[in-house]
């Protein structure tokens, strides 16, 4: 079947400090692999997504490559702010057969920047 | 483009009631999913529609039910309340690309007392 996995938080870190959060996924086939971003009291937000292996996502400084080998797809960003504290999380769709229109996510993990 | 929205953004429900959520999705976008997201349980899929079609269920009970219309837009229906179905509903719309990336609206806050 398909499942996520991502690192259990929070993650507490200071501005500026590098962020990586873990992913790991099961796939039956070749899924596509996102990573959403939710802030408090609002819906998810598609942050970024590769569609298939080495395929590198990036949006707003935030960087994932999808690795086959390693079934992973982990989230990086150089210098975190303030301002990306929130809840991350890592998602798969495969987009056909009987997990149409599913995508499958991880339990999220809480990111906390301190000024 | 407008993005996904829901009506209503809270709600407050007893036991027994029961309770219907509205999702309009991005304008031509044919697909809509739903989801149930809970401390306990996360981001549960509960199911998903193109063109006025069920094509995805999630493992809820039959209490939890949808529709889409002509117009792309969607409703889901839960009956019978239970003090456990208090949660976040997301619903998200799909252009329906090879990638099947979902838009998520901001949810409906849903609390039975």
């Known amino acids: 079947g398909n499942s996520v996995t991502q690192m259990e938080g929070p993650v507490t870190l200071s501005e500026e400090a590098f962020l990586t959060i873990n992913c790991t996924y099961t796939?039956?086939?070749?899924?596509?692999l996102f990573w959403y971003v939710q802030y408090p009291g609002e819906g998810l937000q598609l942050l970024l997504k590769?569609?298939?292996?080495?395929d590198k996502g990036s949006n707003k400084g935030f960087e994932a490559t999808y690795r086959k080998e390693t079934t992973s797809f982990h989230l990086e960003k150089g210098s975190v702010q303030v301002s990306d504290s929130a809840v991350y999380f890592c998602?798969?769709?495969?987009?056909?057969?009987?997990?149409?229109?599913?995508?499958?996510f991880g339990r999220g993990t809480q990111l906390t920047v301190w000024p | 483009k407008a993005g996904v929205t829901q009506t209503p953004r809270y709600l407050i429900k007893t036991r027994g009631q029961q309770v219907t959520l509205s999702c309009s999705p991005i304008s031509g976008h044919r697909s809509v999913s739903w989801y149930q997201q809970t401390p306990g349980q996360g981001l549960q899929f509960l199911f998903e529609?193109?063109?006025?079609?069920?094509?995805n269920k999630g493992n809820f009970p039959g209490r939890f039910s949808g529709r889409q219309f002509s117009n792309s837009r969607s409703e889901m229906n839960v009956s019978t309340l239970e003090l456990g179905d208090s949660a976040l509903y997301l619903c998200a719309s799909s252009p329906r690309t090879d990638s099947y990336e979902q838009y998520f609206g901001p949810g409906t806050r849903l609390t039975v007392t």
């Open positions: 529609y193109f063109s006025e079609t069920q094509r």
């Open positions: 998602a798969l769709s495969e987009g056909g057969g009987s997990t149409l229109g599913r995508l499958y």
């Open positions: 796939a039956t086939g070749y899924p596509s």
């Open positions: 590769a569609t298939k292996a080495d």
